[in-house]
């Protein structure tokens, strides 16, 4: 076994943990980022930090940015989360969940941790199928991302990385990434989707993130293992 | 005059200021952005804000972000930064002042301002011909990042906003600026530039900022204002 190394963005969702059990399945020591970002609450924090834990990442990072000061979105400030929303209202328009840049901005900080470690793979779970309507998780935003990182960096213009953004999701449903996680061995109780938990923790069952993890393993014919306020409907 | 809107990227320094006063120039309401990245010093904070007050920028904006953790720099760790190196040593290779990835962070974060402020044009005062060899500095990774911006943003695909990443000084020497500068009323004496001052704040002037902010006033045939711990050579 070669060392290779990839960094991993990780929310501790879904879709994160399972490219961190796929990245381990291709070989690759992880090191997993993930943001305190102004976000509403920690359990996604907590999550990340389990899963970093669980899968036996070398190094698990967790980075203070300033988000809420810029604003614009309900995961940071005082706006209501949507609820109960179809999947047809869910691709209408790019929903108040949205945050500016987000990904972009996960992802610099990824190539900046990737240039000091010296490492060209950084994995994110964006998904263009059954996604939420965010402009920074569709193909073609990932692949100018990648070639913008390919002239940004002292390590590439130097020859000592071509930095790939592999995003293993981006064309699979929920229902498969669940079934390939499961093939992988994941448990994915460790994991947190809800944007609205309860003051224990216990997610929502009817934001955005929520009716998508639970339509997916409905699909997938499989029980999702995570406690929900409300049952299904 | 409309009310255009610009986001400038500010670090208190000569660039950024001569910037600042192109965009004033241009008729543009100024929303300027600086960074507490962990740097060694806050001069360039405390200049980013003296320079905001004195042009009139209708907002500062001060944001606390995490590179030190990350690391890889002169500038956030605890590496020597090189003195009294010729011009040509500078061009040989980026040197230990570069921040992994740094431009690409604080462009992210103009982005994601921008989007919330309705903005389409964000100036950064990089510099191809007198720059001190960091990739992050050259227009083909500018335009990389200007074409991965329109893929990013929720107001780029609704097509509310087409961002521009401006970069007046791109193709400018250090004296052209400074020339620039004066004739838009600038006054040098608020900026600070320098990668390592005294405790109280004076220039080194033999670091690489230092010595090309020198040579700039010199072949502009002008009196730098600021002081410094070393007489020029």
């Given amino acids: 076994m070669n060392n290779k190394k990839a960094v991993i963005l990780s929310s501790g969702g879904l879709d994160s943990t399972t490219i961190m059990a796929i990245a381990l399945s291709e070989g690759y020591d992880i090191y997993s980022l993930s943001f305190r970002y102004g976000q509403r609450h920690f359990f996604e924090l ?15 990072l967790i980075l203070n940015i300033d988000l809420k000061i810029i604003g614009g979105s309900a995961l940071t400030d005082d706006i209501d989360v949507p609820k109960d929303r179809s999947a047809a209202e869910m691709q209408q328009e790019v929903p108040v969940t949205y945050v500016p840049a987000r990904n972009t901005i996960f992802l610099s900080y990824a190539l900046a941790w990737a240039e000091v470690l010296g490492v060209s793979d950084i994995f994110i779970g964006v998904n263009a199928l ?13 692949d100018a991302f ?7 960096t002292k390590a590439a213009i130097e020859g000592k990385t071509k930095t790939r953004i592999r995003t293993p999701l981006i064309h699979m449903t ?3 990434i669940i079934r390939k ?16 938990p309860s003051l224990e923790g216990k997610a929502c069952g009817q934001c955005d993130s929520c009716i998508l993890r639970r339509k997916g393993f409905r699909e997938a014919g499989v029980t999702d293992p995570i406690e929900y306020v409300s049952r299904e409907a």
């Fill in 146 to 152: 990648e070639k913008m990182s390919n002239l940004a």
């Fill in 181 to 196: 996680g499961i093939g992988l061995g994941v448990d994915y109780r460790m994991t947190h989707s809800c944007y609205d």
């Fill in 130 to 142: 059954d996604y939420s309507g965010y402009p920074d998780c569709r193909p073609e935003y990932i």
């Fill in 174 to 176: 929920k229902a498969e």
């Fill in 46 to 60: 907590e999550a990340a930090q389990r899963v970093a834990n669980v899968l036996g990442a070398k190094e698990h």
